[in-house]
């Protein structure tokens, strides 16, 4: 299920948030999306949802 979806400035891309069974073993799987309300459909990867900075050197400057 996917929750929300964004343009992420800091990676030039459209990023989601979503809840899957398995999460954490289904990291690095591409699954198909599908928006019924705009029409839409593409392939997304399944990631650990710490992406961007997961060691927090940007926090530390």
């Not at 343009?7 to 990023?15: C, E, K, Q, W």
């Not at 809840?19 to 705009?38: K, N, Y």
Request: charged share 25%; hydrophobic share 40%; net charge negative.
């Amino acid at each position: 299920h996917v929750s929300s979806v964004a343009f992420s400035p800091a990676l030039g891309t459209m990023i989601g948030l979503g809840f899957f069974a398995r999460g954490p073993e289904r990291q690095g799987e591409v699954i198909r999306m599908v928006d019924h309300l705009r029409g839409v459909e593409t392939e997304v990867e399944i990631c650990h949802p710490v992406f961007l900075d997961p060691e927090g050197e940007r926090v530390r400057g």
